[in-house]
DNA sequence: TCTGGGGTCCTTCAGCTC
DNA sequence: TCTGGAGCTGAAGGACCC
């Protein structure tokens, strides 16, 4: 077995090759979430286990490959999970153990390279460029990241190898699981053009479908059409990035702290709400979860946007930007109820409401004004005071009086 | 079968200014 | 004074990702 496929499983393409200019790492873990959960019970590895959550609109978080084998993947309806797979294991997520097991793969990643890119809790580019001659190849170093997760953390990941962020994040894709996979430069398109156009990052099940429909079949297809056909059939950007990324050119580059752009809550109703009483209290609570994140990371907002799911899933959006940004809870609320009566809906069933914040930027270098009527020492730094308590005495200890008293859904 | 929650990016359209 | 086009911004929706 050659470097570049260790402990591959049988059946997966090999590509040997030079490593040297492949300086670009995709790590994902293995399942993550049901791994983290199983470190707790071992008795069950081995066995099929679903992740998520146990009310009656749940879906699946993460599965074992045992649960995948029958049927079962992530963002799968429990109920339709449970149906496939009745003799699985369900376990309810643990968010916070999940953070703390990410925050220490990352540093493990920091201490290879301080170029790490995360994209979510659990996958992460890494740029090695700068550690060759410490740590050896690239490849040799997806080894080293392989060895110290699993001893480290008692759970496996994958690693794709290749010059640029598609091809290494595709190449840990087809690692999956517990392998590593190197794409030499020299390589890249006899990797790439056999695969299913839904394996390019940016196509999801729309655009593959719209893509079939055209006759593209395979990454090769879409490479072979001209660039003016595929922006004619999915708009310029996206006709034009999917050309690019068909003959594995993908300039990006491995971007540490990358800024957010927005943050939000929503939440989906145990049983579908008409009460607009019911749904006010809901976009207050969502509004002040929404400032105090943005508050403890130091963020302010200019746009808030209010999302709302009916009961036949159609969803729509309404924003308004504000004259200043803002972190406080009411002039959230304000904002977010203004814009829901504004739709003018009358007993109407809806599923799931949300309130996001867009257009963040630092609060101390945003200037605040005041609200209407607002004096100094006023609605902010009253809410200020209720972070200072809820840190000492826990989320629940100050509540909006109209909600003291857990609103129906 | 019946679809979570947290995000990003793109497209389209409308309104505004020059 | 009116009109049309370019460019910008905001709003809304959709697709996608993990």
């Not at 449970?82 to 997520?93: C, Y």
């Not at 090769?220 to 001209?226: E, K, S």
């Amino acid at each position: 077995m050659s470097r570049s496929q260790v402990r591959r499983p049988s059946g997966r393409l090999a590509f040997d090759g030079p490593d040297t200019d492949c300086t670009i790492l995709h790590v994902d873990m293995d399942a993550f979430y049901a791994s983290v959960s199983l470190r707790d019970r071992p008795h069950l590895h081995g066995t099929p286990v679903i992740v998520g959550g146990g009310g009656t609109r749940g879906v699946v978080l993460s599965a074992t490959y045992e649960a995948r084998a029958l049927g079962v993947h992530s963002a799968m309806p429990m109920s339709r999970a449970r149906r496939l797979a009745p003799q699985a294991t369900v376990i309810e997520p643990d968010h916070q153990q999940y953070a703390e097991v990410s925050r220490n793969v990352m540093a493990l990643f920091g201490s290879i390279t301080p170029i790490v890119e995360p994209l979510s809790l659990d996958e992460a580019f890494l740029d090695v460029s700068g550690s060759l001659r410490r740590l050896g190849s690239p490849t040799r170093i997806g080894e080293l990241i392989r060895a110290r997760v699993h001893d480290e953390q008692q759970i496996t990941c994958s690693v794709g190898v290749a010059s640029t962020k598609f091809v290494a994040k595709l190449a840990s894709t087809r690692a999956k699981p517990d392998g590593l996979l190197m794409i030499p430069t020299d390589r890249v398109i006899d990797f790439l053009h056999p695969l299913p156009v839904g394996a390019l990052w940016g196509v999801g099940e729309k655009t593959e479908e719209h893509l079939v429909r055209l006759g593209l079949r395979t990454v090769g297809d879409i490479a072979n059409t001209p660039v003016a056909t595929l922006e004619r059939a999915l708009g310029p950007a996206s006709g034009h990035h999917l050309h690019e990324l068909s003959w594995g050119r993908d300039p990006r580059p491995v971007r540490p702290d990358e800024p957010e752009k927005s943050l939000g809550n929503e939440e989906t109703f145990a049983h579908d709400i008409d009460d607009p009483e019911v749904i006010h209290a809901h976009l207050l609570r969502l509004a002040d979860q929404v400032a105090g994140r943005l508050r403890r990371s130091g963020q302010v907002g200019r746009t808030v946007s209010v999302k709302v799911r009916f009961a036949d899933f159609t969803t729509l959006t309404r924003s308004r930007t504000l004259t200043s940004p803002t972190d406080v809870g009411r002039e959230i609320y304000d904002t977010v109820r203004h814009l829901y009566d504004a739709l003018g809906l009358e007993r109407v069933r809806i599923r799931l409401v949300g309130v996001r914040v867009e257009g963040l930027a630092a609060a101390a270098e945003a200037p605040r004004q005041l609200l209407l009527g607002e004096e100094e020492g006023g609605r902010r730094e009253a809410e200020v005071a209720i972070d200072t308590l809820r840190a000492r005495f826990g989320a629940d200890a100050v509540r909006p009086a109209r909600l003291v008293g857990p609103p129906e859904g």
